[in-house]
């Protein structure tokens, strides 16, 4: 079992910066792939990136490409999401998400085991 706990979120400006963390327990972090999720009010929850066990592999939501950058730090069990260049769209509730494969980057939610309460993230006009 793992639990993940979100924190960083809150109000930003458009055109603002913003870094998300998402610390998991248990010993098993660097096994699992990762994932960022969020969902806007009244939509449903989307992808927004993945990342692969080592760091190595990323991948990106078109609507975040070149703006968010998504990565990993195995020894302090933590993914973040470096949100640059906000735009108020990418307001929404962000959620962690973790699968225990590893093998692909996942960007459908039900492939992942584990996720965290969520976040919000508002971004102000």
């Known amino acids: 079992q793992v639990q993940l706990v979100e924190s960083g979120g809150g109000l930003v400006q458009a055109g603002g910066s913003q870094r998300l963390s998402c610390a998991a327990s248990?010993?098993?972090?660097?096994?699992?792939?990762m994932g960022w999720f969020r969902q806007a009010p009244g939509k449903e929850p989307e992808f927004v990136a993945s990342?692969?066990?080592?760091?190595?592999?990323?991948r990106y939501a078109d609507s975040v490409k070149g703006r968010y950058t998504i990565s990993r730090d195995n020894d302090k069990n933590t993914v973040y999401l470096q949100m640059n260049s906000l735009k108020p769209e990418d307001t929404g509730v962000y959620y962690c998400?973790?699968?225990?494969?590893?093998?692909?980057?996942?960007?459908?939610?039900?492939?992942?085991?584990?996720w965290g309460q969520g976040i919000q993230v508002t971004v102000s006009s």
């Open positions: 248990g010993r098993s972090f660097s096994t699992y792939g």
């Open positions: 998400a973790a699968e225990k494969s590893g093998r692909y980057l996942y960007t459908n939610q039900n492939d992942y085991d584990y």
């Open positions: 990342i692969s066990r080592s760091g190595g592999g990323t």
